[in-house]
């Protein structure tokens, strides 16, 4: 049952790693760490993708900042308390760590496929310039009864196929990771830089109920 179910949440990036390991946190005497992997895109713009990996598969000692590494795992994510509030963090959990050399193709450099439920109402909108988005959030499903709510984002024609879709109807997603940028309101006249995780969607399937 959990290889069946580890199928449904697959991602694969290779990037330049561009910060030292974090401790984050303990789970029965395994410790795992955050560190932060630039990969590129067609535009050349970067994705700042965040990474927990074990320090069971990675030498966390050792800095390997500006390496190139190829990692695979999960899209995983979880609830963080702040204050009243809880907020969804992101995160690619590794199952495979390996340091390559510079000279892979940018298309295949950030791969992820989810099988998951639509958990809210899609949001269909359109920018100033009239470009067509939809907004998902997908459950997706681990072994021992947990789940994964990973935000996507659909464009064009996939956008106006996604805005059709109900609550609690299967979803195939193919896409990458992606980061973006945003200012979070906290104050009348106060704003703090946060950086929010997505999939962006290059194909999708629906299956209605």
Known sequence: ?????????????????????????????????????????????PDIIPLMVSERLVDVTKSC????????GQFRSYNRHEGTKNRLVLSIF???????????????????????????????RKTPLGREIADLLVAVNRPYGKSDYIPCIAWGRNARYAATFQVGAK????????????????????GEKRIAYEVSVSKLEYEAE
């Not at 390991?21 to 795992?32: D, L, Q």
């Not at 900042?65 to 695979?72: D, K, L, N, Q, T």
């Not at 940018?106 to 899609?122: D, R």
């Open 65 to 72: 900042v500006g390496m190139m590494v190829e990692a695979s």
């Open 94 to 124: 590794v199952r495979e760590w390996e340091y390559v050399e510079d000279d892979r193709e940018i298309g295949k450099t950030n791969q992820i496929f989810l099988e998951g439920f639509i958990c809210k109402p899609p949001i269909y």
């Open 171 to 190: 979803l195939r997603i193919w896409g990458r990771v992606q980061s973006r940028e945003y200012m979070k309101k906290i104050g009348e006249n106060e």
């Open 1 to 45: 049952m959990t290889d069946k179910v580890m199928e449904n949440n697959k991602v694969g990036i290779i990037g330049e790693v561009i910060s030292d390991f974090e401790f984050s946190h303990e789970v029965f005497g395994e410790g795992f760490y955050m560190v932060n992997v630039s990969v590129n895109r067609l535009s050349n713009q």
